[in-house]
């Protein structure tokens, strides 16, 4: 099993950040596949916040359908699922194991459900991994660290 790589450095908009590149890049992944899949139109943010307290803070955001207040507060455990079987129901449960294990938190910061003609839906979760922002010279990176082109901000537009 390849051990994850704790010393990756990672281009965020005009800075770099040094984290788990493994745990940032599972949690991205399912965050923003999770919003594909929820929204049939609008848009899809992925945003980094800064650090704060040693810890690299991002936000999901979605113009999709919400979240029912049923799930809200148990969305990061393996029973829950939106019972629309596009999923297996372990995404984000992962995600908030993977975030606590990189000494961070993932959690749901707001959502609102889609009213019966498809308007005003949205979802935003919010997560963070311990790391670091750093200035690196891009061609004196150590051997060991990759440099992955992430970008801050991804706006999907999805008109129907």
Do not use: W
Request: aromatic share 6%; with cysteine; net charge positive.
């Amino acid at each position: 099993m390849q051990q994850p790589d704790s010393g990756a450095i990672h281009r965020i908009m005009q800075g770099d950040v040094k984290c788990d590149s493994y745990i940032l890049s599972h949690v991205v992944s399912n965050l923003l596949s999770n919003a594909r899949k929820y929204t049939s139109r609008g848009s899809i943010v992925l945003s980094f916040h800064g650090e704060v307290n040693g810890k690299l803070v991002f936000r999901v955001a979605d113009t999709g359908r919400g979240l029912p207040k049923a799930i809200r507060d148990r969305l990061f455990r393996t029973e829950v699922t939106t019972g629309d079987n596009r999923g297996t129901g372990l995404g984000l449960p992962s995600c908030g194991l993977f975030c606590k294990a990189a000494g961070g938190y993932a959690r749901l910061v707001n959502t609102c459900l889609q009213d019966d003609g498809g308007h005003g839906g949205f979802t935003i979760f919010e997560f963070a991994v311990e790391g670091s922002v750093v200035q690196v010279e891009h061609n004196t990176l150590p051997s060991r660290a990759s440099n992955t082109k992430l970008d801050a901000m991804i706006h999907s537009s999805h008109a129907h």
